[in-house]
C-alpha cells in the first residue's frame, strides 16, 4: 500500500493540470493526482481519500466551492485549498465555510510546494484521525451570538468609527478569528500577513464585515445551550479578553500585535473541544478540577492531545501567521524553549497564568517576572485593568 501523502489537485483546464504534472514530478514523495473535474475528483475522494485536496474555483457544472462543500462531509480531514483569479465578494462569502486556504492564480509550483508542505505538517501536530476529522467539520469558532446584533447597532449609527468596530469585534474571538482568517486570503491581495483586528477591518471595510458576520452568524456551530454545563461562553471570552490585553502590554513592541491577537485566540482548541465532544470533554474539565490538575494534562492523558495543539493546528491551516499559530500551541509550555526576547509566545503563557480567571497554572512569581524584564510592565497592565474595572 502507498503510505505517500495524497494530494489531488482539480481543474477543467487541461493546459493548468499538465503545467502542475511537470512541475510537480520531481516531488515523488507524494502520490499526486489530478482531475479534471468535480465528478472525477468525487471519485478520487470516495475511492481512498485524500490528504490535501486543491481545486479551481470556476469549473462548469459543480465548481469549487460545491467540490468542496461534498469534500467536506467525504472526507472531512482533508485540507481544502480553493484558487481563483477573482475576488468577487458574493465568491468569497460562498467559500468562506468550506475553504481552509485561498490561493491567488496563477501560484508558483515552489510557493504550491511549500504550502503543501505546511498542510502536511501541520497534520502531523495532531496524530489523531478522529480529531483532524472533527477539525475538518468546523467551518467557524463558537462566539457570543450577541455579536452580530452588536457590530450591526454601530455601523447602523452615521457617526459611527473604526475604533467602535474594532471593539465589537474584538471582544468575540469567534469572529476575530475568521476576520483573520479572510484577510490573510489572496482574495484581499496583502503583501504581508495581517496580525491585528484592526488591520483586517481596514482591509475588509465596514459593509463586507457586516456580511462576514451573519455569515458566521448563520454557520454557528456553538450556541449557549450546546456547551456542557461545567463551560461558560461569557466566562471564556472574558478570560481571552484579559489574556489578550495582558499580552499586548508584556509582549516587546515588535510582538504587541502578534501577542493581543493570539491571547484572544488561544482558547479557542478548548471551545472546539466542548462543543464537539462533549460526552468526553466535560468529564476531564470536572477530573481536573477535582484532582488539581491543570486541564491539558488530562487532555493530554486522554486524547494524545491538547486544547492548545487543536486550535493551533486550526489556526495554521487557516493560514494565520506563524508566531500567532506558535503562541496559541505554546501558551501552556512556553518556558519548555528560548525565546528571543519577550515574544508573543512568552507573553501568552505569561499572561495566561496571570488572568485572574485563569484555571490552570498558579501566577508565575515575582521572580520570574523581573527575570523576564517584564515586572514593570505587569504592574502597569494591573492598574490600567484596576482603573477600568475590566480587561
Same mark, same amino acid.
Given at each position: 500500500?502507498?503510505?505517500?501523502?495524497?494530494?489531488?489537485?482539480?481543474?477543467?483546464?487541461?493546459?493548468?493540470?499538465?503545467?502542475?504534472?511537470?512541475?510537480?514530478?520531481?516531488?515523488?514523495?507524494?502520490?499526486? @493526482?489530478?482531475?479534471?473535474?468535480?465528478?472525477? !475528483?468525487?471519485?478520487?475522494?470516495?475511492?481512498?481519500?485524500? /490528504?490535501?485536496?486543491?481545486?479551481?474555483?470556476?469549473?462548469?457544472?459543480?465548481?469549487?466551492?460545491?467540490?468542496?462543500?461534498?469534500?467536506?462531509?467525504?472526507?472531512? /480531514?482533508?485540507?481544502?485549498?480553493?484558487?481563483?483569479?477573482?475576488?468577487?465578494?458574493?465568491?468569497?462569502?460562498?467559500?468562506?465555510?468550506?475553504?481552509?486556504?485561498?490561493?491567488?492564480?496563477?501560484?508558483?509550483?515552489?510557493?504550491?510546494?511549500?504550502?503543501?508542505?505546511?498542510?502536511?505538517?501541520?497534520?502531523?501536530?495532531? %496524530?489523531?484521525?478522529?480529531?483532524?476529522?472533527?477539525?475538518?467539520?468546523?467551518?467557524?469558532?463558537?462566539?457570543?451570538?450577541?455579536?452580530?446584533?452588536?457590530?450591526?447597532?454601530?455601523?447602523?449609527?452615521?457617526?459611527?468609527?473604526?475604533?467602535?468596530?474594532?471593539?465589537?469585534?474584538?471582544?468575540? +474571538?469567534?469572529?476575530?478569528?475568521?476576520?483573520?482568517?479572510?484577510?490573510?486570503?489572496?482574495?484581499?491581495?496583502? %503583501?504581508? @500577513?495581517?496580525?491585528?483586528?484592526?488591520?483586517?477591518? @481596514?482591509? #475588509?471595510?465596514?459593509?463586507?464585515?457586516?456580511?462576514?458576520?451573519?455569515?458566521?452568524?448563520?454557520?454557528?456551530?456553538?450556541?449557549?445551550?450546546?456547551? +456542557?454545563?461545567?463551560?461558560? $461562553?461569557?466566562?471564556?471570552?472574558?478570560?481571552? #479578553?484579559?489574556?489578550?490585553?495582558?499580552?499586548?502590554?508584556? !509582549?516587546?513592541?515588535?510582538?504587541?500585535?502578534? %501577542?493581543?491577537? !493570539?491571547?484572544?485566540?488561544?482558547?479557542?482548541?478548548?471551545?472546539?473541544?466542548?462543543?464537539?465532544?462533549?460526552?468526553?470533554?466535560?468529564? $476531564?474539565?470536572?477530573?481536573?478540577?477535582?484532582?488539581?490538575?491543570?486541564?491539558?494534562?488530562?487532555?493530554?492523558?486522554?486524547?494524545?492531545?491538547?486544547?492548545?495543539?487543536?486550535?493551533?493546528?486550526?489556526?495554521?491551516?487557516?493560514?494565520? +501567521?506563524?508566531?500567532?499559530?506558535?503562541?496559541?500551541?505554546?501558551?501552556?509550555?512556553?518556558?519548555?524553549?528560548?525565546?528571543?526576547?519577550?515574544?508573543?509566545?512568552?507573553?501568552?503563557?505569561?499572561?495566561?497564568?496571570?488572568?485572574?480567571?485563569?484555571?490552570?497554572?498558579?501566577?508565575?512569581?515575582?521572580? $520570574?517576572?523581573?527575570?523576564?524584564?517584564? %515586572?514593570?510592565?505587569?504592574?502597569?497592565?494591573?492598574?490600567?485593568?484596576?482603573? !477600568?474595572?475590566?480587561?
Amino acid at each position: 500500500m502507498d503510505a505517500r501523502s495524497r494530494i489531488l489537485f482539480v481543474d477543467d483546464e487541461p493546459q493548468i493540470l499538465r503545467s502542475l504534472r511537470r512541475g510537480l514530478r520531481r516531488y515523488d514523495r507524494w502520490d499526486l @493526482r489530478f482531475a479534471d473535474g468535480a465528478e472525477q !475528483a468525487l471519485e478520487e475522494l470516495r475511492s481512498g481519500g485524500v /490528504d490535501v485536496l486543491i481545486s479551481d474555483v470556476t469549473m462548469p457544472g459543480t465548481d469549487g466551492v460545491e467540490l468542496l462543500t461534498v469534500a467536506r462531509e467525504v472526507c472531512p /480531514d482533508a485540507m481544502r485549498i480553493l484558487m481563483s483569479g477573482t475576488t468577487e465578494g458574493r465568491l468569497i462569502m460562498r467559500a468562506v465555510p468550506v475553504a481552509h486556504r485561498f490561493l491567488d492564480k496563477p501560484v508558483g509550483i515552489r510557493d504550491l510546494a511549500r504550502i503543501i508542505e505546511d498542510a502536511l505538517t501541520l497534520r502531523e501536530l495532531l %496524530a489523531d484521525p478522529n480529531i483532524r476529522t472533527v477539525v475538518g467539520k468546523v467551518s467557524a469558532l463558537p462566539s457570543l451570538p450577541r455579536t452580530f446584533a452588536d457590530l450591526t447597532r454601530v455601523l447602523d449609527d452615521p457617526n459611527h468609527n473604526l475604533d467602535q468596530v474594532v471593539r465589537v469585534v474584538e471582544r468575540d +474571538p469567534g469572529v476575530s478569528a475568521r476576520v483573520l482568517h479572510i484577510v490573510n486570503s489572496a482574495f484581499f491581495g496583502t %503583501a504581508r @500577513r495581517i496580525a491585528s483586528v484592526e488591520d483586517a477591518v @481596514r482591509h #475588509i471595510g465596514t459593509g463586507l464585515l457586516r456580511d462576514l458576520v451573519l455569515v458566521a452568524g448563520v454557520l454557528r456551530l456553538v450556541e449557549d445551550g450546546d456547551l +456542557p454545563a461545567n463551560v461558560s $461562553m461569557r466566562v471564556e471570552v472574558a478570560h481571552a #479578553i484579559e489574556v489578550a490585553s495582558g499580552a499586548r502590554a508584556i !509582549a516587546d513592541e515588535p510582538h504587541k500585535l502578534a %501577542a493581543f491577537t !493570539a491571547g484572544l485566540l488561544h482558547d479557542a482548541g478548548m471551545l472546539l473541544f466542548a462543543a464537539e465532544l462533549p460526552d468526553l470533554w466535560a468529564p $476531564m474539565v470536572d477530573r481536573a478540577r477535582a484532582e488539581g490538575v491543570p486541564l491539558h494534562e488530562v487532555e493530554r492523558q486522554q486524547l494524545g492531545v491538547t486544547h492548545a495543539e487543536l486550535g493551533g493546528y486550526l489556526f495554521g491551516i487557516w493560514g494565520l +501567521p506563524g508566531d500567532i499559530v506558535t503562541a496559541v500551541v505554546d501558551h501552556h509550555t512556553a518556558l519548555e524553549r528560548s525565546h528571543d526576547g519577550v515574544d508573543a509566545s512568552l507573553a501568552v503563557h505569561l499572561a495566561d497564568r496571570l488572568s485572574g480567571l485563569g484555571r490552570e497554572e498558579p501566577p508565575p512569581s515575582e521572580d $520570574m517576572l523581573a527575570a523576564f524584564g517584564v %515586572a514593570d510592565r505587569v504592574a502597569a497592565w494591573r492598574r490600567e485593568v484596576d482603573a !477600568a474595572g475590566e480587561p
